[in-house]
């Protein structure tokens, strides 16, 4: 098991490239740029291009294999053999970074093998991050500044702890501005009628896992599918902070590096003890 001077100096590592990435994305996104659809009808632009380039090769360097949604990915048969990979989304939320909706992130999962072991979500715009590793703690970062440097001693001296508090009155639910199931309303409506009045926050990308980690939300629901990338590091994020993030209908925690690196919906809550009180009483 890598130790925590380790995977501190990793962090230190992936923040350094989380930030060069952040200004390469913030210059096309300042700029008139396009965009292509990719096989499976998603968009990619020149900042997910930029992006990918310049993480995978910082996080190569590392000597760990990386799983990215923007790279050709190895065979299962040779992926399978990994104690240790990184899996990254370069860019999450591409089409609000199209409708300049301005939620996207960037998104750095460092996995055990196939369990979230360290998570880092970026905010290029806000210049703020959120990231933890499982049992050991999870932070906030307010002052990246994509122009600037950044070092290990940075990550460890401007951090702010983030730690469960209560819950609230009202049940904040987190969703996608984007994928917005029928379920997932009607599972809504089930919490609104047993446990009391809801406040539905939608936005895009994994900014939602930023606001489950501060406390802004108890829960985000999601029943279409995912890739790995895109909850890789949220749920190391959550972990870190004492939340969860389960399979929708089974209640399991989600598992990575799968033979297809397709996730099934899911369930995610801010605090762990809330699961117990949430699935017991709700019809999934």
């Known amino acids: 098991m890598i ?68 790279t050709r990915i190895e065979d299962y048969s040779m992926r399978r053999q990994w104690e240790y990979f990184w899996l990254v989304d370069p860019l999450d939320g591409t ?21 979230p072991l360290m998570g880092i979500i970026i905010a290029p715009l806000k210049g703020e991050a959120w990231w933890g590793i499982a049992g050991e703690g999870a932070f906030k970062l307010k002052d990246i500044n994509p122009a600037g440097g950044f070092s290990e001693q940075a990550l460890e001296g401007h951090s702010i702890a983030l730690k469960p508090g209560p819950a609230r009155q009202k049940i904040g639910i987190s969703v996608s501005r984007s994928h917005m199931e029928g379920q997932t309303l009607k599972l809504i409506g089930q919490i609104n009628e047993k446990f009391g009045a809801v406040n539905l926050m939608e936005k895009g ?43 929708i209908t089974e209640h399991k925690p989600l598992t990575y590096n799968k033979p297809r690196l397709v996730n099934p919906g899911f369930i995610a809550f801010s605090r762990k003890g809330d699961s117990i009180r949430y699935l017991s009483d709700l019809t999934f």
């Open 3 to 70: 130790v925590k001077s380790e995977l501190l100096r990793l962090a230190g590592v992936a923040f350094e490239a989380g930030r060069k990435a952040s200004a390469a994305i913030l210059e096309v996104y300042s700029q008139g740029f396009g965009y292509e659809d990719k096989a499976d009808g998603s968009p990619i632009t020149l900042a997910d291009r930029r992006s990918n380039a310049i993480l995978t090769r910082a996080l190569s360097a590392t000597g760990i294999p990386v799983i990215s949604e923007e």
């Open 95 to 115: 089409k609000e970074f199209i409708s300049r909706k301005g939620e996207f992130a960037i998104n750095i999962g460092l996995m055990h093998r196939n369990l």
């Open 205 to 247: 990308s994994a900014l939602k896992f930023g606001d489950l980690a501060e406390g802004r939300s108890d829960l985000y629901i999601r029943y279409s599918p995912t890739w790995e990338w895109d909850t890789a590091a949220g749920h190391a994020l959550l972990l870190a902070r004492g939340g969860e993030l389960l399979h």
